[in-house]
């Protein structure tokens, strides 16, 4: 069964800074890929999307994410950071013909002044 | 206004009441969810719908129930409260029909239900 492990739970970082929070998943079958973000007392807002084409993919709010096939990797990546990109982080992946979408378990990015 | 609203908000009831969370949405999907997210568990599905007469279990569906009224409209319902239903729920839809937009969900905001 497919499952998404995002490894670290918490990631602190200083403003301006780079970031790259990281995502695997196990099943190497056509998969359709997701980073979401949660701000505090709200919902999850996508952040960007792997479907198909170039593996690399822009979001919202500067992120980008690198599709890596062979490695089944999914990470996400920020060059400066800001205060305001302080929330949790969801990776999701939904394999294609499934309805399902497995969600890993979350990382809270803490951007330090 | 938002496209996936949640009623209520916030919600606090007492072991083995019976409490229904709401959700509407305006995105012309057929496809709706119910998730639960737990510190350190990520978003698990309690139960799915792809249209009004398609309804079906997720992986955590023991103790709940659902509704799906219209295309617009899914309840979720508890039919008797327990302290380890204490969770963040979420409604979510998303769009099956191949545009580009396909995959995409779109979450409510939330409601956070307590039970003492």
């Known amino acids: 069964a497919q499952s998404v492990t995002q490894l670290d739970s918490q990631v602190p970082v200083f403003e301006e800074a780079p970031v790259e929070l990281r995502c695997n998943y196990s099943?190497?079958?056509?998969?359709?890929l997701f980073w979401y973000v949660q701000y505090p007392n709200q919902g999850l807002q996508l952040l960007l999307k792997y479907l198909s084409g170039s593996t690399l993919v822009k979001g919202i709010n500067g992120f980008e994410a690198e599709f890596n096939k062979s490695q089944t990797s999914f990470h996400l990546r920020k060059p400066s950071v800001h205060i305001s990109d302080t929330a949790e982080y969801f990776c999701?992946?939904?394999?294609?013909?499934?309805?399902?979408?497995?969600f890993g378990t979350g990382t809270r990015l803490k951007v330090l002044a | 206004d938002a496209d996936v609203t949640q009623t209520p908000r916030n919600r606090i009831t007492k072991t083995g009441k019976r409490i229904m969370l709401e959700c509407s949405q305006t995105?012309?999907?057929?496809?709706m969810y119910w998730y639960r997210q737990d510190p350190g568990l990520g978003l698990r599905l309690i139960y799915y719908?792809?249209?009004?007469?398609?309804?079906n279990k997720g992986e955590i569906s023991d103790g709940y129930s659902v509704s799906r009224q219209a295309q617009a409209k899914f309840s979720l319902s508890l039919e008797s409260a327990i302290p380890n239903q204490t969770a963040l729920y979420f409604c979510?839809?998303?769009?099956?029909?191949?545009?580009?937009?396909?995959?995409?969900?779109?979450f409510g905001p939330g409601t956070r239900l307590t039970v003492t």
């Open positions: 979510a839809t998303s769009d099956g029909a191949g545009t580009s937009d396909s995959y995409e969900q779109y």
């Open positions: 995105k012309g999907h057929d496809r």
């Open positions: 099943s190497s079958v056509s998969v359709y």
């Open positions: 719908s792809f249209d009004v007469k398609d309804i």
């Open positions: 999701a992946v939904k394999n294609s013909g499934t309805y399902k979408y497995i």
